[in-house]
């Protein structure tokens, strides 16, 4: 009842920056968080970065300082710019978001298709 949509992955060199972007859309009444995850491979999912309702925003600390989390309610859209990129960045990003369905007043978690980060000169 919610698809996601991400885009804006890709091949940079160290150094270099990426923004990310997931879309919402379908049966939404409100979303609470929207997320942004990592797995690389041979490694578990990690949290990157964050933000509810209240553009409260939180951060791995692997991260801290190099990438922004940002959203635009209006859009149901939620970005992460990615700047300082490192090798150890490399990772299949994932965008994950909660809230209200409005059919149901049930609630939701969703995760998006994933979009490849390959950090490499």
């Known amino acids: 009842q919610v698809q996601l949509v991400e885009s804006g992955g890709g091949l940079v060199q160290p150094g270099g920056s990426l923004r990310l972007s997931c879309s919402a859309s379908g049966s939404i009444f409100r979303i609470n968080l929207m997320g942004w995850y990592r797995q690389a491979p041979g490694k578990q999912r990690e949290l990157v970065a964050g933000?509810?309702?209240?553009?409260?925003?939180n951060y791995a600390d692997s991260v801290k300082g190099r990438f922004t989390i940002s959203r635009d309610s209006a859009k149901n859209t939620v970005y992460l710019q990615m700047n300082s990129l490192k090798p150890e960045d490399t990772a299949v990003y994932y965008c994950n978001v909660n809230g209200i369905l409005a059919s149901t007043l049930g609630t939701f978690n969703y995760w998006g298709q994933g979009t490849q980060v390959i950090v490499s000169s």
């Open positions: 933000i509810n309702s209240s553009d409260r925003t």
